[in-house]
């Protein structure tokens, strides 16, 4: 495996970037994940125009411009040999000797790319079987909205998850409303056929497979509506499901351990997933 760290490709086992990096000492970066398909990029456009809105919330400058950087990623794929799976970007502040205000203007970020191989056929597996979620508190910061490579509170819910059989977990604000999962985007569907998932504020991570499965709806003539609900309303619906780039939509089963639903993956969700890449851009 090669990785692309700061202007070289370098084999990945070697491949590594200062200790004075503002990503490893503060999180002080961003990341994107895209979803690669017969070695061809999934909805590129949006996951750049995510990179850019993250970097310039953080006043982060973009390490390269859209159309290079759109190169080291296809140059990433092909090194090596993806042809179903993800390409990783990250771009963090840069190095410069440990201070938490910013560093000198005109320190360059840092830019590190990798990409590997996915087994979809396991992914495929686990949608036709359903899956686990579970709930927990979200105890994240209010900026969720801003793809940070500060992701503690993410991890410590997908271990929670893991430890109880579960795929994910779903976070769940001080009001008892369901945010997203710690990795992917929450769905239900009631029971007269409307979608539901959660507005996109600065409480979600507005994920560019909801963004594309919004355009799927459309064409297939689905009724969105984007609101708050609770675990109960999750446990009760017609359906549930999560999304994100590389799970593309995944037919949820069971929430807490309640059966959604009868139990089974649900028709609908399981139609989006076979139709999402008729409408995702792949390039
Ligand atoms: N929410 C969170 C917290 C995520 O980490 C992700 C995946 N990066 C998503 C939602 C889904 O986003 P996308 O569809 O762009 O993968």
Redesign the pocket.
């Known amino acids: 495996r090669v990785a692309y760290v700061n202007g070289s490709y370098v084999p990945h086992g070697e491949a590594a970037v200062h200790i004075e990096d503002r990503g490893y000492q503060f999180a002080d970066g961003v990341y994107e ?1 895209c979803e690669v398909r017969g070695g061809r990029l999934v909805d590129e456009t949006r996951h750049m125009d995510r990179l850019e809105r993250s970097l310039g919330e953080l006043r982060i400058a973009m390490p390269m411009d859209r159309k290079p950087l759109g190169m080291v990623l296809r140059e990433t794929v092909r090194r090596n040999r993806v042809r179903n799976g993800l390409v990783y970007l990250q771009v963090t502040r840069g190095v410069a000797r440990r201070d938490h205000a910013f560093p000198k203007p005109g320190t360059p970020p840092a830019l590190v790319v990798t990409a590997k191989s996915i087994d979809f056929a396991k992914n495929d597996a686990n949608a036709a079987k359903g899956v686990k979620v579970i709930s927990m508190p979200d105890n994240r910061w209010e900026r ?1 909205d801003i ?1 940070s490579v500060g992701l503690l509170p ?1 991890c410590i819910a997908k271990q929670a998850a893991r430890e109880k059989g579960a795929y994910e977990a779903w976070l769940v604000d001080d009001d008892g409303f369901v945010t ?6 929450a769905w239900i569907i009631t029971k007269d056929g409307a979608l539901v998932t959660r507005f996109a504020d600065n409480g ?2 507005k ?4 963004t594309t499965i919004f355009d799927l709806c459309k064409r297939e003539g689905l009724r969105i509506e984007e609101r708050k609900f609770t675990i109960e309303e999750a446990q009760n619906a017609r359906e549930a499901f999560l ?3 590389t799970t593309i939509v995944m037919p949820i089963v069971e929430i807490d351990g309640r059966p959604v639903g009868n139990g089974a993956p649900g028709s609908i969700a399981t139609d989006l997933r076979a139709k999402f890449h008729e409408v995702a851009e792949i390039a």
């Open positions: 994940v969720v793809k993410n997203e999962g710690s990795s992917t985007n979600i991570l994920g560019i497979t909801r999304s994100s780039a």
